[in-house]
């Protein structure tokens, strides 16, 4: 007798749920098993925030722009999808932090603005005299007793200060999550280095120890492909399995049947049975598919910030104080409205003509999120103005490409990892064979999303047997 066919559906065609899929579907292929699986995505591409836009020579991102080297998840994908000749590290260059309207350069060696190299850090005149010794009190403070979560902002000013704080690590972070340090939880962005300190005692001597200083080696810590990252999402979507992918398809609601089964209604009325069902969208979404079941109504209260990226293209000429630099951040005691810039056409020379400067900018953070509902002309201007107080720039760009992210910065605020462990411990209890992936719950960078997606194909197969 034949085996019945098990279904699966994976909601959400973002880069997890399409990680997903694509590993789902090599498993079926190899191991022969009977297992249908079907990709829903509610708007009219894949791809999520990873979106590449061509233009004239350029290569220009309007979302996440390259992945950290020293996690495997993306090349790891790129060999299996044969795209791995195409991936290209990063340009090394001075990056800067612009604190008090003054433009500085990060002293060298830092580490999530931790100085893992003295005489960078004695030589800055980023921070005052007091400041540098409060830092470095971190080598005779004592360990945290906390064994709880707490704060990125607790856990950094405890051991290196108010002062490098605000001028150097808050914006750093700033850039990563977009969010409040004060309120992000230590425990679910960098547990490492709660577990150094603890090891170690002191911060600094225990990063040293650990060996991630920065080197001189020329290539970045970061890569990308030629073609920009939606190469990846191109890739991974031309090998699915034809007729599996369904997008302009939003879910309503997800019901549980007797036999634990599930049956999946979308907006236009239509339906589809599963078997077990994958959930990778944003947790607002998810909560709203389950609306019945209290264990995620947590989700309802869990914030997300709004950011918006601004590409421009210039000709070099037109830049009349070229900074030789590939980035910069901006300190929230600064009188700007970007918290960060990137020279793109020098930390990836691939995306810009010869002759032509690629400048990629960003807007919002959390408690200042109104600007990126303003109009595309009134953020260029904005854009327009900062960038003039740190380079001078003759006349307007060739062309400028404004992209929104609604409430797409999920925070993982203090006691982030507790809640979702429960969340998942309460899934497997009342929703057997519904599994949940995402930037929202485990990690929001490329290769923490695309490592859940491989997680989540070893759990469906594994309940399915």
Request: glycine residues 8%; negative net charge; aromatic residues 8%.
């Amino acid at each position: 007798m034949e085996p019945q066919t098990k279904k699966v559906v994976v909601i959400g065609g973002g880069i997890t749920g399409l990680t997903t899929v694509y590993y789902l579907q090599q498993e079926i292929k190899e191991r022969n098993l009977p297992i249908e699986v079907k990709l829903v995505e509610a708007t009219h591409r894949l791809g999520g925030k990873v979106q590449t836009f061509k233009k004239d020579g350029y290569v220009i991102e309007k979302g996440p722009d390259s992945c950290l080297s020293s996690k495997s998840e993306l090349s790891r994908l790129a060999g299996k999808l044969g795209i791995e000749d195409t991936l290209v590290r990063n340009r090394k260059g001075t990056s800067y932090v612009i604190a008090g309207g003054e433009l500085y350069p990060i002293p060298g060696g830092s580490i999530v603005g931790i100085p893992t190299q003295i005489a960078p850090f004695i030589t800055t005149s980023l921070f005052s005299l007091s400041g540098k010794m409060r830092a470095a009190a971190d080598f005779i403070l004592p360990r945290s007793q906390d064994s709880e979560d707490q704060s990125l902002g607790r856990f950094f000013r405890r051991r290196m200060g108010d002062e490098v704080v605000d001028h150097l690590i808050e914006p750093l972070l700033t850039g990563i999550f977009a969010g409040d340090i004060d309120q992000l939880s230590l425990m679910s962005t960098f547990p490492q280095l709660y577990e150094i300190e603890q090891k170690h005692r002191s911060l600094i001597a225990g990063i040293k120890k650990s060996g991630q200083g920065a080197d001189s080696n020329i290539e970045g810590n970061f890569l990308t492909f030629t073609g920009g990252l939606e190469s990846l999402i191109d890739a991974m979507e031309e090998e699915l399995e034809p007729n599996t992918v369904y997008k302009s398809m939003k879910v309503t609601s997800i019901d549980k049947e007797a036999q634990n089964d599930y049956t999946i209604t979308f907006t236009n009325g239509e339906q589809m049975e599963a078997d077990s069902v994958i959930v990778t969208t944003p947790h607002h979404v998810l909560q709203s598919m389950f609306s019945s079941y209290p264990f995620l109504s947590f989700l309802k209260a869990m914030p997300a910030t709004s950011v918006a990226t601004v590409a421009m293209g210039f000709s070099q000429e037109a830049i009349k104080k070229d900074i030789a630099g590939t980035e910069f951040l901006v300190s929230r005691n600064s009188d700007y409205s970007l918290t960060a810039g990137t020279w793109t056409h020098k930390k990836w020379p691939h995306t810009a003509p010869e002759g032509k400067a690629l400048l990629r900018c960003y807007l919002g953070k959390s408690g200042d999120e109104t600007i990126v509902d303003l109009s595309d002309d009134h953020i260029e201007q904005i854009v327009m103005d900062d960038l003039s107080k740190i380079m001078d720039i003759e006349g307007q760009p060739d062309f400028t490409i404004v992209t929104r992210y609604k409430n797409s910065m999920p925070q993982y605020t203090v006691g982030h990892r507790e809640r979702i462990r429960e969340m998942y411990d309460k899934a497997e209890e009342n929703l057997p064979g519904v599994f949940i992936a995402g930037s929202s719950y485990d990690g929001l960078s490329i290769p923490d999303c695309i490592g859940q997606g491989e997680k989540t194909v070893l759990k469906v197969l594994d309940y399915l047997k």
